[in-house]
């Protein structure tokens, strides 16, 4: 299992969105605005150390869990309809995901997850 999180463009938000929910078996997502900024091209340095704070855009941040096997396809989507070709397009990364549990079905969640006890740990 596999968690996506992207930054994207808020004018390409909602054809990223759009593309990703007619994938089949899409997971779903959350969502939020986000502030962010680009790291300055090489040899490049801010003016002054306010216009270093204050260099925010407006993103979305979007992310998700999924199956190991809609990695490729779910990124293919975010890069290809959050692409202008311009600075500050975003980025897309991926991170394992050693556990889940959806809250709507903790018991079996929450099941798979126990270990059986060792026989060597335990009170002496």
Avoid: Y
């Avoid at 299992?1 to 929910?21: G, H, Y």
């Avoid at 979007?62 to 293919?76: A, G, K, L, Q, T």
Wanted: charged share 30%; hydrophobic share 40%.
């Amino acid at each position: 299992m596999k968690e996506i999180k992207a930054i994207v463009r808020p004018a390409r938000f909602d054809r990223v969105s759009d593309a990703l929910r007619k994938l089949p078996g899409f997971p779903g997502m959350s969502v939020g605005k986000v502030e962010g900024c680009s790291r300055f091209p090489s040899g490049q340095n801010p003016r002054n150390p306010k216009e270093a704070l204050t260099d925010f855009s407006s993103k979305m941040r979007i992310e998700m869990v999924c199956p190991d096997e809609m990695v490729d396809p779910i990124m293919r989507l975010i890069a290809e309809h959050g692409f202008t070709g311009q600075a500050g397009d975003g980025l897309v990364w991926v991170t394992d995901v050693l556990h889940r549990v959806r809250l709507v079905e903790k018991e079996r969640d929450l099941a798979a997850l126990e270990a059986p006890a060792s026989p060597d740990i335990g009170p002496d």
